[in-house]
């Protein structure tokens, strides 16, 4: 399910996107305002989706080239190393991402951004 949905963010398959999350799927950004995620929780494949393809295109490519997965609380997840910006793209803060599945499906997304909070992760 991991490369699944990371092989969709990669390529802009965006239909992908929608196929493997629940038409209830929620995001949740946890910055503390210390990093850059969504500022309210986020419910619905296609506002996801809609928001995914805002980001693809803010950030350079390639930058979930680095991405690793992890496990968080028991949940699969993914690790996304800081990425600096440049040539009109943004820089990337540090993210550890929490995927939840339920039935063959993502039901919820845990983007923490909080620096605080990603003491532990091992680098």
């Not at 930058?63 to 609380?73: C, G």
């Not at 993914?78 to 499906?105: F, I, K, M, N």
């Amino acid at each position: 399910m991991l490369d699944s949905f990371v092989t969709a963010l990669t390529n802009g398959d965006l239909s992908g996107l929608t196929e493997l999350l629940h038409p209830e799927v929620t995001l949740t950004g946890d910055s503390d305002g210390k990093g850059r995620t969504a500022r309210r929780v986020m419910t619905g494949a296609d506002t996801l989706v809609r928001f995914v393809a805002g980001l693809r295109r803010r950030y350079r490519p390639g930058v979930l080239d680095t991405a690793r997965p992890v496990l968080v609380n028991g949940d699969v997840g993914l690790h996304l190393p800081a990425e600096p910006g440049g040539d009109g793209y943004r820089a990337l803060d540090e993210h550890v991402q929490a995927v939840v599945v339920r039935d063959g499906r993502i039901v919820a997304l845990y983007d923490v951004v909080n620096p605080d909070k990603l003491t532990h992760v091992p680098r």
